[in-house]
């Protein structure tokens, strides 16, 4: 942990300043623990990252949650990280990477936006904090450009985490510090930085005042605040896959912004609005109380906006008639997640067999129970990648599922759906024909604790309805379970 960097922090239990690192050295490998002098309070830092995750509120534990269900882990293979480790370092351009194209667009257009609203400004011996730092190819741009870089993200791996900033300083020679921790509770000092940055990231606050007042409180006077990739209100705004997942996903109309930021004490002096048919938001804000005459580009973007709005009829027509072409109704998540964060804080309130009814037992990805006809009991659709909680074992050997496949399709079969528990790899299911089927899994060796994650991964065989032209939401058609238990 750099030393300059270290005299900008504060403790976050007493508030303190005047944290102390030391190094110990124990059979090869090196740890580092941050301390407090005033409270004794101790932070880790382990691969790099300092970990001042304390006492997540609800909330970020279903952030985390959510986005661990996005992706199903590290890559598999040497070969598979290798060329994860090469997409991280092309991003966000993607030049030369084997993407597919809706991919590479959308990546390209959050570059231009993340880029663009730097034009025309000189980060050199800057000292920048990135929220929502993820991936950290953001917070590398700023490196390149000459900044001291921060980042800061609730999630730590090396797959959509902290942990890829290490790829940019092996191949790069960057120097990124990374700290692990609610971007509501920054562990800095008043007045810390030049420059707060995000793209795609303060719109998963659940308190956006409360998340701009903390930005404002850690830039210096006069400082900058860059946000890029903010999604616009639109009433046909289609839900994201991380909203599908559990994640917070705020969408304010323009005005809002401009209100929100003004009450925070910003005062804007660029925005980018609603470009094209993508309904989204990048600008600059500079630390100072007193209001502008007039904002650049404000105008021009309440325009686009406007049109957008106009449009908002035929696009919700538009959605409806793809939502009937792809063989099932839109399943919103269950707006409720407290049964479920309750059972993942506390292991209280979980059967030995998961139930359908009990919603305590169904993380982000899986979607209310369903009674189709000809069926005597109700069961659960989930998307792609899906979680379910379950109470330990204890003493039993193997994992038995009920899962099933519906609405034959070209694409929807067979399925192979790869299910692991605590973490660890059980094994595949494949199945061969629509229906239910019953699969056995051996457990593998399990940490103690009162509480396992059963995580289904569908490899093979899944239906996008993106593949036929048809709206490129995943969770249309899925894989369904009303069974699962320990044996």
Request: charged share 25%; hydrophobic share 40%; aromatic share 8%.
């Amino acid at each position: 942990m750099d030393d300059r960097l270290l005299a900008a922090m504060r403790c976050l239990v007493c508030g303190a300043d005047g944290l102390t690192a030391s190094k110990q050295t124990a059979e090869a490998l090196e740890k580092t623990t941050i301390a407090c002098a005033s409270c004794g309070k101790t932070y880790q830092v382990s691969k790099g990252i300092a970990d001042f995750l304390v006492d997540p509120p609800p909330e970020v534990v279903r952030e985390r949650e959510a986005f661990r269900a996005l992706l199903p882990g590290s890559p598999a293979t040497p070969e598979d990280w290798k060329e994860h480790r090469r997409t991280i370092l092309a991003l966000p351009m993607l030049d030369g990477r084997p993407l597919p194209k809706t991919d590479l667009e959308i990546w390209r257009r959050h570059g231009r936006e993340a880029f663009g609203i730097c034009e025309g400004l000189d980060f050199r011996g800057l000292r920048v904090l990135e929220l929502g730092a993820g991936r950290c190819w953001y917070s590398a741009h700023f490196a390149r450009l000459g900044a001291e870089v921060v980042a800061v993200d609730i999630l730590e791996d090396e797959v959509m985490g902290l942990g890829c900033g290490r790829f940019f300083e092996e191949e790069e020679g960057l120097r990124i510090h990374r700290v692990l921790c609610d971007m509501h509770r920054l562990p800095f000092r008043d007045g810390s930085f030049d420059v707060v940055a995000a793209t795609a990231t303060l719109h998963h606050s659940p308190d956006l005042p409360a998340l701009l007042a903390e930005a404002r409180r850690v830039l210096k006077p006069g400082g900058l605040l860059l946000a890029a990739n903010e999604p616009l209100y639109v009433p046909w705004r289609e839900a994201p896959e991380e909203e599908r997942k559990g994640a917070h996903e705020g969408a304010y109309p323009l005005w809002a912004w401009v209100r929100f930021l003004r009450r925070a004490g910003f005062r804007l002096t660029e925005i980018r609005a609603a470009q094209g048919l993508v309904a989204s938001l990048a600008f600059k804000a500079v630390k100072d109380g007193t209001r502008s005459g007039s904002i650049p580009g404000l105008l021009p973007g309440m325009a686009r906006y406007g049109i957008l709005l106009a449009l908002s009829p035929l696009q919700a027509v538009r959605r409806e008639a793809r939502a009937r072409a792809a063989g099932r109704p839109m399943l919103p998540l269950p707006e409720r997640k407290s049964a479920y964060l309750r059972a993942r804080l506390s292991g209280r309130g979980l059967e030995g067999e998961a139930r359908v009814d009990n919603p305590a037992h169904w993380g982000p990805g899986w979607y209310p129970p369903e009674l189709p006809a000809g069926e005597e009991a109700p069961f659960r659709w989930s998307g792609p990648r899906s979680r379910l909680l379950m109470p330990s074992p204890r003493g039993a050997g193997a994992l038995v599922l009920e899962l099933a496949t519906f609405h034959p399709s070209p694409w929807s079969r067979p399925v192979d759906v790869e299910v692991s528990v605590g973490g660890k790899k059980a094994g595949e299911a494949r199945i061969e024909r629509h229906g239910w089927h019953t699969f056995l899994f051996a457990l593998p060796s399990l940490e103690r604790g009162r509480l396992v994650s059963i995580y289904l991964r569908v490899r093979r065989g899944y239906f996008r309805p993106s593949e036929v032209g048809i709206a490129g939401d995943a969770r249309l058609l899925g894989v369904a379970c009303r069974s699962a238990r320990w044996e």
